[in-house]
């Protein structure tokens, strides 16, 4: 009888080996699927992660893209706008060197009025006087009758 009870312990021992077998598979198992849906989990971010970045970057390359299209188009009105004020620039330097003969000629016309008028000059070197024209009026450059005191004319008061 007691190898009965024996056999019926080594028994009982086994199938409750077996059944700790079993439920450690099982439990490996849940953990192997649970790692499993986890690694899809985790993969499914990343792609997610990876498709947003994707995104951002395209996103990002139209902005710059409309950018540079933008500064190409100030850029090219800008030099549009740089040729014209220096074309500008070339009509007015060429007017300033014009004027600046005709104040030269204007300054060395006063400057000739003033010694005749200073110096008391005679009759035979005063052209007024030569064509037989009293002191108060002259002739101008272009042959018209003016009049002028003869006071000597300050040419720093002009300026």
């Known amino acids: 009888m007691s190898s009965g009870t024996s056999s019926g312990s080594s028994l ?13 598979q099982a439990q490996m198992e849940r953990r192997r699927k649970r790692r499993k849906e986890s690694n899809r989990e985790s993969a499914r971010r990343s792609r997610l992660r990876k498709q947003q970045h994707l995104d951002d970057l395209t996103s990002q390359v139209k902005q710059l893209k409309d950018q540079n299209k933008q500064l190409s188009m100030a850029l090219s009105i ?14 007015l330097q060429t007017q300033k060197m ?4 005709r104040l030269g000629a204007l300054t060395e016309i006063l400057c000739y009025m ?3 008028t200073s110096t008391g000059a005679s009759a035979s070197t005063n052209p ?4 037989n ?6 002739y101008d450059l272009l042959g018209a009758s003016c009049t002028w005191n003869q006071q000597p004319i300050d040419l720093y008061q002009c300026f």
Do not use: F, P
Request: glycine content about 2%; charged content about 20%; hydrophobic content about 30%.
């Open 133 to 138: 024209i009293t002191s108060s009026n002259s």
């Open 114 to 116: 003033n010694t005749i």
């Open 98 to 101: 014009e004027l600046d003969s």
């Open 78 to 91: 800008t030099s549009q706008n740089l040729v014209a004020v220096q074309a500008q620039n070339s009509v």
């Open 12 to 24: 009982g021992t086994r199938s409750s080996r077996s059944e700790d077998d079993l439920d450690l």
């Open 128 to 131: 007024a006087m030569v064509n």
